[in-house]
């Protein structure tokens, strides 16, 4: 239901090395929330989304899905309701478009090929891309690439979307067009973890916005809160740098 | 040539050996791959204990000669059936090569393929045989074709055993005509024409390939 917790984070703390990219951070992300975890590069942000499906372990700590403990046991279970989009796309290029968005229900749901084939069409022209079904990953810019990486997600027929810099390979022009698919998945009310360095994208879309520095959630407020006082001059310094408009940069007020 | 036999006779002959060459190369392309993709898989896993003892065999394969691995299984094994060690000895010294291309083959899939099959919850099983598998071939073929173009000439050896192979047929002819030339070549140009085959087929499959995963201009 809208507003339960989905996932937290219980005290866990993970380190590369000598490298902390999580300390002791603790954190709730809630049911039909868009909610933006920002910050800067190294911060662990990608780290913190990654530890959701487990593709990373935490040294210490815990966390939970729908108060489902992630760990080896239950990993499968999460996975097949917690979709993932990547960073750099990470389209199987061996298949084509439909294929790589029915492989994850057919095989890992156990899902009816004709009609996730439907459903994965459906998907497909709702981000513009019918006519691409039968295309391979080479053939398509970075923006297609993308939005066939989201339909491969959606297919799943997630509970919770996470998000890793889905834009930030991307050239500018293109950012636009995943920007769009991504709000239209906002206004449904779908829960989703995005990292983003897009603030405007974060200010004008999101339910929620954390930012992230040295392994520890430094704030954690709703978009118009989050922007009329950041609170930390390391946030006021890290908006004024990612805004990119001027009059949204000049919104971010020092006190 | 001026002896009892005609040169058809010497053709049929040479033919006759050439079919057990033609019997042997596809059971141990069969066998090798099997065996080299099992080994191959296994060892992509690093799993500590299993991983070393089939190091042990990759070492041994790779360090010893192949006329010597057949001699031992033929006399020392007594594996009395000729065709069956020949085809066996071949089978287990190429699926040591073969474990080695496969796991270089696997080891060079991205990392963020592995992840996006793992996010999508399939299992250790569907990751392998619909994500990594497929996307090796383009990789490996070159490889790939190599260790069977040795192959169809390492055939060449099981004569040693009794084997009524090409090169066994070659030995009695040449015995018979005293035309060691004219033999040989004719062997040669046999060897010649498969491996050259081979060497176009492994050519055209990684273009059909590339082209399929990254394009006829190489785009990724």
């Not at chain 1, 009609?115 to 981000?127: D, I, N, P, T």
């Not at chain 2, 073929?141 to 066994?168: C, H, N, R």
Request: proline share 4%; aromatic share 10%.
């Amino acid at each position: 239901m809208k507003g339960d917790v989905l996932v937290s984070f219980d005290g866990v703390s993970k380190s590369f090395g000598e490298h902390v990219v999580m300390d002791d951070l603790s954190i709730k992300f809630l049911e039909g929330e868009t909610h933006i975890v920002c910050g800067r590069s190294g911060a662990g942000k990608s780290t913190l989304v990654r530890c959701i499906n487990y593709l990373e372990r935490p040294d210490k700590g815990k966390i939970y899905y729908r108060g489902l403990e992630v760990n080896k046991k239950n990993v499968r279970e999460i996975r097949t309701k917690v979709a993932m989009v990547f960073q750099e796309f990470d389209l199987f290029p061996h298949m084509t478009l439909l294929e790589n968005a029915v492989l994850g229900p057919v095989y890992s749901l156990g899902q009816q090929r004709n009609r996730v084939e439907e459903q994965a069409k459906g998907l497909f022209e709702r981000v513009g891309m019918k006519d691409k079904i039968n295309s391979y990953p080479y053939q398509l810019s970075g923006g297609q690439k993308q939005r066939a990486a989201i339909v491969r997600a959606l297919n799943m027929n997630p509970d919770l979307i996470l998000f890793d810099e889905p834009t930030s390979a991307l050239d500018p022009e293109m950012t636009g067009e995943v920007t769009e698919v991504i709000k239209a998945l906002v206004e449904e009310g779908r829960s989703m973890i995005i990292i983003t360095h897009a603030m405007n994208f974060a200010l004008e879309s999101s339910n929620m916005i954390s930012f992230m520095e040295a392994g520890k959630i430094l704030l954690t407020k709703t978009p118009d809160e989050f922007f009329r006082n950041p609170e930390y001059d390391t946030i006021r310094l890290f908006l004024r740098q990612t805004l990119d408009t001027k009059s949204n940069a000049e919104e971010v007020k020092d006190e | 040539m001026e002896t009892a036999i005609s040169f058809g006779e010497v053709l049929i002959s040479l033919g006759r050996g050439a079919l057990q060459t033609f019997r042997i190369v596809p059971l141990c392309v069969l066998f090798s791959l099997a065996g080299g993709m099992v080994l191959g898989i296994v060892q992509s896993r690093k799993i500590p204990v299993i991983r070393e003892i089939i190091n042990v065999y990759i070492v041994i394969m790779r360090g010893l000669p192949p006329l010597l691995l057949m001699m031992f299984f033929f006399f020392a094994f007594k594996l009395s059936i000729a065709f069956v060690t020949a085809v066996l000895v071949l089978s287990l010294y190429h699926t040591g090569y073969l474990a080695e291309i496969i796991r270089g083959g696997i080891e060079a899939i991205p990392k963020g393929q592995l992840e996006a099959a793992e996010s999508l919850g399939l299992s250790s099983y569907s990751t392998m045989t619909k994500v990594v598998i497929p996307q090796i071939w383009y990789q490996i073929i070159p490889s790939l074709a190599g260790e069977y173009i040795v192959l169809v000439k390492d055939t060449a050896l099981v004569s040693v055993i009794g084997v009524g192979d090409i090169m066994q047929e070659g030995t009695e002819l040449m015995q018979l005509t005293y035309k060691p030339f004219e033999i040989y070549f004719l062997i040669g140009a046999f060897f010649f024409v498969i491996c050259f085959s081979l060497q176009q087929l492994s050519g055209w499959a990684e273009k059909a390939l590339r082209s399929k995963l990254v394009g006829s201009e190489g785009r990724a």
